[in-house]
């Protein structure tokens, strides 16, 4: 076993595994922050040994973490993410970044299109991200022919330049990056898949996201309250295809926080039904053979008014819900018709235009 340091204090991960987490997944304990944030503390530096950190990731799933221990791993991350924060306030969109593999990446296009309605936006990923190492946003740009392994002072100005920008994992958070093989090696997702879409690169006030239950949504939220270093003022998250920020058709919960004064903070949970909203078909009608390649043909196709069937309608309906997150609408319809005006009026094309000269 490890011994503890003056550097890392008293808690190495196998003595967190034999005293606090690991006993199985009834009779685990919860961290405390402090031991929660030794533990990351000790991963980031590659202090543990693999078959402890194994060990140590897998009883978290087990025993499923709570949100003051994922506020801990999440403050710990980005005191070490290089942050660069454009003059405008984008929505920040950190989706699963394992990505995809059956149906289309909405997220691009429909960010480029928000951004046309003149709410910018920001997308992050890494490149093939264990545990599924399929499709994400960077693929999709890549086939579009944009630009996608930037520093990100150049994130940055994209977004200020185009609207839209996009930030890549191992530039700004090259921490998590350098986890890759053993995160690869795990075989399973751990809570790094989780902490490492909350990191928030831009320094955006508002968080748009996905889940598969409501209760993830609630622990978004919690773990963004106990955050230390993040600062939000708005939460949007809904459930989305393959866990991705891309709205499924038919029936739809959405989780919906705003931050209030003097911890006066509101938290609302209700449901849509997309066909009210123009999304009125099934999310097997929303598959494809290639998502990077396909995505990106749909993407440009979209935004350049060549498309008037569901595929617009579904990529307005998940702009509308950008801009709405950002409140430059009141509602998700005012949202709507902002998004089909831009791709009518060429607003969105010209986006497009912008991000592949940059």
């Excluded at 609302?268 to 999304?279: K, L, Q, R």
């Excluded at 569901?310 to 307005?316: G, K, L």
């Excluded at 309906?317 to 709405?324: E, T, V, W």
Aim: charged residues 30%; glycine residues 8%.
């Amino acid at each position: 076993m490890a011994q503890a340091t003056e550097t890392f204090g008293e808690w190495p991960l196998k003595r967190l595994m034999t005293a606090v987490c690991g006993s199985g997944p009834k009779s685990a304990d919860d961290m405390t922050r402090a031991q929660a944030t030794e533990a990351m503390r000790r991963i980031f530096a590659g202090e543990p040994d693999d078959t402890t950190l194994g060990a140590f990731w897998l009883a978290n799933r087990w025993k499923r973490n709570t949100p003051e221990e994922l506020a801990a791993y999440v403050d710990e991350m980005c005191s070490r993410v290089e942050y660069a924060e454009p003059d405008a306030d984008p929505v920040d969109c950190g989706a699963n970044y394992d990505g995809k593999g059956e149906t289309a990446l909405l997220g691009v296009a429909a960010g480029v299109v928000a951004a046309g309605a003149g709410t910018p936006v920001v997308v992050h990923s890494g490149d093939r991200v264990p545990t599924q190492k399929q499709d994400a946003y960077k693929h999709v740009l890549d086939e579009l022919d944009v630009r996608t392994e930037l520093s990100p002072d150049e994130s940055a100005d994209m977004v200020d330049d185009a609207g839209f920008g996009f930030y890549y994992q191992p530039s700004f958070n090259p921490d998590v990056h350098a986890l890759w093989e053993r995160r690869d090696a795990m075989g399973v997702r751990t809570f790094v898949n989780t902490v490492e879409t909350l990191a928030n690169p831009s320094g955006a006030s508002v968080h748009l996201g996905s889940f598969y239950h409501l209760a993830f949504a609630r622990k978004v939220v919690d773990t963004f309250e106990r955050s230390e270093f993040h600062d939000l003022g708005r939460v949007i998250m809904f459930q989305g295809m393959e866990g991705y920020d891309d709205v499924r058709p038919g029936y739809t919960k959405v989780a919906e926080w705003t931050a209030g004064g003097d911890g006066d903070a509101e938290f609302a949970d209700y449901e849509i039904e997309t066909p009210e909203y123009g999304m009125d078909f099934e999310e097997a009608d929303l598959e494809v053979d290639d998502v990077a390649v396909d995505s990106a043909r749909i993407a440009e196709e979209v935004v350049s008014g060549d498309r008037t069937d569901h595929w617009r309608d579904a990529v307005a309906l998940n702009a509308a819900f950008r801009i709405y997150a950002r409140e430059d609408v009141d509602s998700i319809e005012e949202g709507l018709a902002a998004a089909r005006e831009a791709i009518d009026d060429g607003s969105a094309a010209a986006v497009l235009s912008d991000l592949r000269a940059f």
